[in-house]
């Protein structure tokens, strides 16, 4: 992740996951988070909206 972040390009991070496990209530979540960069006014309009729901988001146990 450093490496990535220090990069003056973009980096890929690959996470090898097992589509197998599960949780008690069921399933899995992942936050894949909208770009933190863009050109484009809609992606960073996504991502403001990303950041602020982030904010009031409610933490399980």
């Known amino acids: 992740m450093a490496r990535a972040r220090e990069a003056d390009?973009?980096?890929?991070i690959l996470i090898?996951?097992?589509p197998?496990?599960?949780t008690e209530q069921g399933g899995?979540?992942?936050d894949v988070a909208v770009p933190e960069v863009s050109v484009r006014?809609?992606?960073r309009a996504a991502r403001?909206?990303?950041e602020r729901l982030r904010g009031v988001q409610r933490l399980g146990n």
């Open 9 to 12: 390009r973009t980096s890929l």
């Open 20 to 22: 197998m496990p599960t």
């Open 48 to 50: 403001a909206d990303y």
């Open 16 to 18: 090898d996951t097992d």
């Open 41 to 43: 006014e809609t992606v």
């Open 28 to 30: 899995a979540w992942w």
